[in-house]
């Protein structure tokens, strides 16, 4: 037979395997009874946990509105909950079967009557094909539950009670004291009320570990929102304290994530919102381009970021190990960003400009502000080459090569930078010349095959010394590798300087030099055995024969 509609049905046979559709962990099973408490109204909610040798048997009471009907209690998927409860939170109707397979007695009386009611389920009666014996007992009003929890320490017990009432919205007294409790956006530096819930803006990066949702103490880890400023560092997040939201759903039972769904969409659209409202309300703000005019789409009024950029450095071939103080400066009409040169050229050009009227004008190129009136207007260098003559031959390096290619190291008799510097907005440009005494040219894989690559055309001048140029060429060129097969950064660090130093000196200086530089690092090396009150000479012949002699200091 094929029928025409079909409609989804609950089996009863579900019953019977809700020990395996339930097996929660404490911290789920209190979770659950505290939020059936909150639910019912209650005032107070009290634990008692008490360990032995087999575990810890724990009693949760409250002063909540009761439960009339011993049968909803155990009814799979009927919460009993009153429509206004319903509307605002969707609850499951399986909070008490968290308890499933756990040895459970439950007392209870409701507003309505005189009397109320226990009930004890074995650790087998919970599948339905048993009946539970209910009797009538005087108690006051409220409900309490009891369990047993094998194999759980009292220290442990102890833990998992403060950290699940941390952020709970009622007083709780566990063992006869009150469990500390926080709010969970104490901390944050904005608060906005969205659809009966609460965003907070916090400073800093979320962390996987931290919770970012609260529901009544029910904590989730979910991203929501973050926003990052170009400059500076500093990074915003949300979370969100959950109110009465109808339209934000958990998915059952436990409730550790978010229903995809249109009211989450919003949500994370008003935690991004939220976050750009908290930076606007500051002073000044270092957002990029993108998220400015993001926010601005929201309806979030917020100024240009501040006209303010680090002073220009070059470029060192290892990123990370550029040491250098970061200084900002305003980007008035005379600041001039600089592109983001290789190593080769801007090493070469910051070296020429060291002492030029126009270096502490140079700032930081950031292509996430671009789009902003204030950067765009600001002024440009560019197109930066350097003109190297050696008697009738010429080169060329720049940013895409030298040509023709420096075979060899030059003792160039001239080598000029020329560059450019314009404004996009008026399209001007102006050539600039100065004279410059060295150049680079670096092979394609320079960064990671040691000093062998690299090209030097120099004029000789008294402040171009071998220690100078050696740093020149480990800004350059020096990159260690983190293959874990390759030596320590230190050790690929001072090899590298080691052949620096000698080419440096070779080139500056000449071969015999460049021998006594090695000479140099490898007996710097030894000092250490060497005594600290005696001279020592050391003397090598042709036939490598070594001749070492030590008189006193000073002679």
Known sequence: MIHT????????????????????????????????SRRAGASWIGIVHETNDLGTSIMVSDNGSGVADPA???????????????????????????????????????????KGWTASIPEDGWTGEQDIAVRAIDVEIGT?????????????????????????????????????????????????????????????????????????GLLLKRKLAGVSETLGGKHYHARLDIGATPDLALVLPARKEFVQNDGLTALLAAARRTIFEAIAAKETHRLCYDDWKAACDLGVEMAEAEAVLPVWHPRVAEHDQLKVDYTEIPCGENAIRVEEFEPAIGQALGRALRDDMCRHRLVESHAEYSGYAWYDRLHQLGNVRFYIEKGEARHIVAENGSFPSLGEHIVADRVELRYCIYHQLTEYEKEHCREADVAFSVNEDGWYSGVEQIRIAFVPNDTLVPEVLAELIEDVCFCASDDSEADSWETQHEHFMRDARE?????????????????????????WVLPKDRSVTITINPAKEIAVTFSQAGE
């Open 5 to 36: 509609t079909i409609r989804p049905t609950v089996s009863p046979q579900t019953i019977t395997k809700v020990t395996r559709l339930f097996n929660g962990t404490i911290e789920d099973i209190l979770n659950e009874l505290l939020q059936n």
């Open 72 to 114: 909803q209690m155990l009814a799979l998927g009927d919460s009993g909950w009153g429509a206004d409860i319903a509307e605002a939170e969707d609850p499951a109707g399986m909070g008490v079967f968290s308890l499933a397979g756990k040895e459970t007695t439950i007392t209870s009386r409701s507003a309505d009557f005189d």
């Open 503 to 527: 080419l440096a000196a070779e080139v500056l200086l000449g071969e015999e030099e460049a021998i006594a530089s090695r000479i140099r690092d490898t007996v710097g090396g030894i000092l």
């Open 144 to 216: 309490t539950i009891r369990f047993f929890m094998p194999g759980l320490t009292a220290q442990c017990a102890a833990r998992i009670v403060k950290e699940v009432c941390k952020f709970y919205p009622i007083p709780v007294i566990a063992n006869g004291c009150e469990v500390p409790r926080e709010d969970f956006l104490a901390k944050a530096v904005h608060v906005a009320r969205w659809k009966g819930s609460w965003i907070g803006v916090f400073e800093g990066h979320e962390y996987h570990s931290e919770p970012t949702v609260n529901f009544h």
